[in-house]
């Protein structure tokens, strides 16, 4: 019986991947700092080469990610982005990918500057209902994209509805579960084929590291990306995957506050007479609200909000008033975050295709990080008077 499979989420969080250092019993797993392993002759080792293809530290790493998503396989990059590069890297020319049209800026930015150039083709559809996706799909199709809950307008996508549609189809579905991490949500237990991660984000948990993941259970799948992750050398150091590691430790804990807090601060800004709509899933009136209730354990940190007064300068005003919300890249820490999509994480969008998903001039996004909540309503109040 795998950990998968015998312990809860937390017990995972703090044993999966980590044992005991067989050479002097350290509880922590240590930091291989080592690019290469010695060979007692040609092709006799340990285990271990090079440090581009392997690493004890990533390994254990990667093992902790695999049983956290319920897969049998892990690989981890030197960015979420890198993680994403490689599932791409699995297509070629010619091929078509359905994607959600609302999604990270940077994985837009990839899509449509960099790989439709190599001639893979990208479709961005609204996938609200599942069966819009259908509609697309040709004998090309052979990745289907999603994102849930969405950057940043926090839009839901049944994932396993999804996956009936992409595995009668015969095609990969891959799902970017970086909002909801692990904790909340099991891309590959509703069907899907892999998840990714950006690995920056909640599950790091304390800004201090950049890296991504993917997780699957399907081997010829794995060892596509395993391939691809030592041939394109787009890996994460020793020293990283040992934060990440003591990150994961209380993934958990934090991800627990994270929507405890964010709840507060959602029901707040709903009630404020300067906000002009909140985009939450945890709300009955969020669209899609009652597959979000089914398929994620809670509704997670993040939240939009867009105010009455529609325009950038509005927005900024606020942005640069907060005093906890801190004004930055990135979202997930433990610290609370601010930041304004339209000019920050989703600038590479056309402005066009941001007025169609409802990505206004206005709209704030909020990682909600786990200070006192009393302390996080009040620098709201502050802010918005």
């Known amino acids: 019986m795998s950990m998968s499979d015998k312990y809860r989420f937390g017990t995972k969080a703090i044993h999966a991947g980590v044992e005991p250092d067989s050479a002097t019993g350290a ?7 080592t690019s290469t392993y010695a060979q007692s002759s040609p092709g006799e ?12 530290t990533r390994k254990a ?19 979420g982005l890198a993680a994403i590069d490689a599932v791409i890297k699995t297509l070629k020319p010619g091929d078509e990918v359905i994607s959600t049209n609302d999604l990270y800026g940077g994985t837009y930015r990839m899509f449509t500057e960099i790989f439709q150039d190599f001639g893979i083709h990208f479709h961005f559809i609204n996938m609200s209902e599942a069966s819009n996706i259908e509609k697309h799909i040709t004998n090309k199709t052979k990745l289907v994209w999603v994102e849930t809950p969405t950057n940043p307008m926090m839009n839901i996508i049944d994932i396993e509805a999804v996956s009936k549609i992409t595995k009668k189809h015969n095609i990969l579905l891959c799902v970017d579960n970086t909002f909801s991490t692990p904790y909340l949500q099991n891309p590959l237990d509703l069907g899907a084929d892999m998840v990714m991660h ?22 010829k799948l794995s060892e596509k990306i395993a391939f691809i992750q030592k041939a394109s050398g787009a890996v994460p150091g020793p020293q990283d995957c040992f934060l990440v590691l003591r990150g994961i430790k209380t993934l958990h804990l934090r991800m627990q506050r994270h929507c405890e807090n964010a709840s507060g601060v959602a029901n707040f800004l709903k009630s404020h007479p300067k906000v002009e709509k909140v985009f939450w899933p945890g709300f009955k009136s969020h669209p899609n609200h009652e597959i979000a209730s089914r398929q994620m354990h809670d509704f997670g940190g993040m939240i939009s909000f867009s105010l009455k007064e529609n325009t950038q300068e509005a927005a900024t005003k606020i942005l640069k008033k907060f005093e906890l919300f801190i004004l930055a890249e990135s979202l997930g820490g433990v610290e609370s975050l601010s930041g304004h999509p339209a000019t920050m994480t989703h600038s590479s969008v056309p402005k066009a295709d941001r007025d169609k998903v409802g990505l206004t001039d206005s709209l704030i996004r909020l990682s909600v990080g786990v200070e006192d909540i009393e302390d996080l309503i009040q620098d709201l109040k502050q802010a918005l008077s």
């Open 27 to 33: 509880i922590m797993t240590p930091i291989y700092q």
């Open 45 to 56: 080792h340990k285990g271990y080469e090079y440090s581009r293809s392997q690493n004890p």
């Open 61 to 79: 790493l990667e093992k902790s990610i695999a049983a956290l998503e319920n897969a049998d396989y892990s690989h981890c990059f030197a960015s």
């Open 198 to 219: 950006s690995i920056t984000k909640y599950i790091a948990g304390h800004s201090d590291v950049v890296m991504g993941a993917l997780a699957t259970s399907n081997r």
